[in-house]
């Protein structure tokens, strides 16, 4: 029986090979040296990274690429964070890139990620823990520099949005050495007056070094026990530090962040005109519900009528018939809409289909039970050739082999071990290497007799 084989298309290899990279690696870290960098005007970024012994393409997407602040070029040391895929056209390998930095702050990112996973692991990023937002606050809070423009970002978007709340600001350093300890001190301080019913902890953007402030072990443990809501807006959309994750909620920007704490003052006035027209709605429908009973009050008068009465029934019936009507059209209206999925349904499952992948089910239980059936085969004959070695070692014939003999009686049917076996002029059989000799006993020793001797 002939075995359907499973043949590649080049197409199909590298899809492949590409599905296997994409899954087997995670988003990763890659330091090397820019070589071959090329920037098309497609906008895309091609380049190299590589070290002493080996390199690997790289590309930056364009629109990937408006997001980096850094600009590569030929010899810089790099970091890339970047997956690793394959450009299926030319079966090659490549990283495409994320975002990149200078190599000298790798050491600043490996700190960041391991406390980033140690809190993760303690629990201060949890979902279920992040505190609400108040919808309407009547105080905002804000952490930052006086002097930062995120400061004045963050009051305009609030006198344009939210005149109506009050900002309370709490200034601390937002770079330096010296950062860490006044922002941790101008959050105790807003925790302790209990004036504000939202914080928000804010700066532009920055590199690594200059985000550093915002990745303090003890401001994270702060913002995670604070008994105030606490908005985290550091940098920019791209940027990422420990105190957005332990926040009870992170904006891309500044602005972002004064938005997500205030309402709309234009949704605000409709909201006022939809409250107040729901409140005279209510009322006119109370005064409708009054009118209503009255009326009602007014028909029983009539009811003893029996012209009344009689109209009462027939509009009753007239009623029933209309609700009679509109339920069988309802019911026909399910009846085609039952129809319709079960066509479709038909037409999912069409045999074409299935007997296509029964096909292919088939061809590989076949190839499967070749596979199956020749390993048994070779294990067989393996033990087959076991048991005819120790077949040989055990067989008398070895023996004759080695120059000794075999006794047996004239009919071959008993083997000779002692001399009481046998009896005078009786006939034995000795079998040799080669051939035979048919003797008759005329003489008998014991053992006693041959010891003696």
């Not at 039970?369 to 033990?383: F, G, K, P, S, W």
């Not at 000779?416 to 000795?430: C, F, G, K, P, Q």
């Given at each position: 029986?002939?075995?359907?084989?499973?043949?590649?298309?080049?197409?199909?290899?590298?899809?492949?090979?590409?599905?296997?990279?994409?899954?087997?690696?995670?988003?990763?870290?890659?330091?090397?040296?820019?070589?071959?960098?090329s920037?098309?005007?497609?906008?895309?970024?091609y380049?190299?990274?590589?070290?002493?012994y080996?390199?690997?393409?790289?590309?930056?997407?364009?629109?990937?690429?408006?997001?980096?602040?850094?600009?590569?070029?030929?010899?810089?040391?790099?970091?890339v964070r970047?997956?690793?895929?394959?450009?299926?056209?030319?079966?090659?390998?490549q990283?495409v890139?994320?975002?990149?930095?200078?190599?000298?702050?790798?050491?600043?990112?490996h700190?960041?990620?391991?406390?980033?996973?140690?809190?993760?692991?303690?629990?201060?990023?949890?979902?279920?823990?992040k505190?609400?937002?108040?919808?309407?606050?009547?105080?905002?809070?804000?952490?930052?520099s006086?002097?930062?423009a995120?400061?004045?970002?963050?009051?305009?978007?609030?006198?344009?949005?939210?005149?109506l709340a009050?900002i309370?600001?709490?200034?601390?350093?937002v770079?330096?050495?010296?950062?860490?300890?006044?922002?941790?001190?101008?959050?105790?301080?807003?925790?302790?007056?209990?004036?504000?019913?939202?914080?928000?902890?804010?700066?532009?953007?920055?590199?690594?070094e200059?985000?550093a402030?915002?990745?303090?072990?003890?401001?994270?443990?702060l913002?995670?026990?604070?008994?105030?809501?606490?908005?985290?807006?550091?940098?920019?959309?791209?940027?990422?530090?420990i105190?957005?994750?332990?926040a009870?909620?992170?904006?891309?920007?500044?602005?972002?962040?004064?938005?997500l704490?205030?309402?709309?003052?234009?949704?605000?006035?409709?909201?006022?005109?939809?409250?107040?027209?729901?409140?005279?709605?209510s009322?006119?429908?109370?005064?409708?519900?009054?009118?209503q009973?009255?009326q009602q009050l007014?028909?029983?008068?009539?009811?003893?009528?029996p012209?009344?009465?009689?109209?009462?029934?027939?509009q009753?019936?007239?009623?029933q018939?209309?609700?009679?009507?509109?339920?069988?059209?309802?019911?026909?209206?399910?009846?085609?809409?039952?129809?319709?999925?079960a066509?479709?349904?038909?037409?999912?499952?069409?045999?074409?289909?299935?007997i296509k992948?029964?096909?292919e089910?088939?061809?590989?239980?076949a190839?499967?039970?070749?596979?199956?059936?020749?390993?048994?085969?070779r294990?067989?004959?393996?033990?087959l050739?076991?048991?005819?070695?120790?077949l040989?070692?055990?067989s008398?014939?070895?023996?004759?082999?080695r120059g000794?003999?075999i006794?047996?009686?004239?009919?071959?049917?008993?083997?000779?071990?002692s001399?009481?076996?046998?009896?005078?002029?009786?006939?034995?059989?000795?079998?040799l290497?080669?051939?035979?000799?048919?003797?008759?006993?005329?003489?008998?020793?014991g053992?006693?007799?041959?010891?003696?001797?």
């Amino acid at each position: 029986m002939q075995m359907t084989q499973d043949i590649y298309s080049v197409s199909r290899l590298n899809s492949e090979l590409h599905q296997v990279l994409k899954g087997s690696f995670p988003l990763l870290w890659v330091e090397g040296e820019i070589s071959n960098l090329s920037m098309p005007r497609s906008g895309h970024w091609y380049f190299s990274v590589k070290d002493a012994y080996a390199q690997m393409r790289c590309a930056v997407f364009r629109h990937k690429r408006h997001w980096l602040r850094l600009t590569p070029r030929d010899g810089m040391q790099v970091l890339v964070r970047a997956r690793v895929a394959l450009y299926e056209p030319r079966g090659d390998c490549q990283l495409v890139v994320e975002h990149i930095e200078e190599a000298g702050t790798g050491q600043l990112q490996h700190a960041f990620e391991a406390l980033k996973q140690k809190l993760q692991a303690e629990g201060l990023f949890d979902q279920t823990k992040k505190k609400p937002l108040p919808e309407y606050p009547g105080r905002i809070g804000v952490i930052t520099s006086l002097s930062a423009a995120a400061l004045r970002d963050v009051l305009q978007i609030l006198a344009r949005r939210y005149p109506l709340a009050q900002i309370v600001i709490y200034p601390g350093g937002v770079q330096g050495d010296q950062a860490p300890a006044e922002l941790r001190a101008a959050l105790t301080t807003a925790l302790q007056r209990a004036e504000v019913e939202v914080l928000i902890l804010t700066r532009g953007g920055g590199s690594l070094e200059d985000l550093a402030a915002f990745n303090d072990e003890a401001l994270a443990r702060l913002i995670a026990g604070a008994e105030i809501p606490v908005v985290s807006a550091v940098g920019h959309e791209i940027d990422f530090t420990i105190a957005d994750f332990v926040a009870d909620r992170r904006a891309p920007t500044p602005s972002a962040a004064a938005e997500l704490v205030s309402p709309e003052q234009k949704n605000l006035t409709q909201q006022f005109a939809r409250l107040s027209h729901k409140l005279s709605a209510s009322v006119q429908r109370r005064l409708k519900a009054r009118k209503q009973l009255l009326q009602q009050l007014n028909r029983r008068l009539e009811r003893a009528h029996p012209g009344i009465l009689f109209r009462q029934h027939q509009q009753r019936l007239e009623k029933q018939q209309h609700y009679l009507m509109q339920y069988w059209l309802w019911r026909m209206d399910k009846a085609r809409q039952r129809l319709h999925v079960a066509r479709q349904r038909l037409q999912a499952r069409r045999p074409s289909e299935w007997i296509k992948q029964t096909r292919e089910l088939l061809s590989q239980l076949a190839q499967r039970l070749q596979t199956v059936m020749e390993n048994r085969l070779r294990a067989q004959q393996a033990q087959l050739q076991a048991n005819v070695g120790e077949l040989q070692a055990l067989s008398p014939l070895a023996t004759l082999q080695r120059g000794y003999s075999i006794v047996q009686s004239a009919d071959q049917r008993r083997v000779v071990r002692s001399v009481d076996d046998v009896a005078m002029d009786e006939t034995l059989m000795i079998r040799l290497k080669q051939g035979q000799l048919d003797v008759k006993v005329v003489r008998k020793w014991g053992e006693s007799t041959l010891t003696g001797c």
